[in-house]
């Protein structure tokens, strides 16, 4: 089978989709959430949770978004895993766009890149070991 324009064959698509998906939740748990380098997260955060709690579930979130990547990165379990990043940006989306949708660079701008990132996500998943882009 023959992949586009027969210059990328499956096993390098995975590799890609698998550094780049890894790669989004490892930035935003160390970067945004742990190290506190887009501080909007933790406002987001303590905007649904209070800020009583803001800090260290900022930091809690962080942590699972780096185990996160991890897993994606061993490649274990691809569909669960998609599963569980799908709940997560739905329900993170939800709550962000009811309680703290003025701290939001644009919701349908989050939305949309969300979508997008699981149509990526979800082609990982499900492509794992097949050709993804065939003739």
Known sequence: ??????????????????????????????????????PRHRQIVERILGAEVADPATLLIGGLEVLLGIWIFTGWWRKLCALLQTLALVSMNALEILFARDLLISASGMVALNLTFLSLVWCWALSAGKPIFTR
């Open 1 to 38: 089978m023959q992949t586009v324009n027969g210059a990328l064959n499956s096993r390098k698509l995975q590799r890609m989709l698998t550094v780049v998906i890894g790669t989004v939740w490892v930035f935003h748990g160390l970067y945004s959430k742990i190290s506190d380098g887009i």
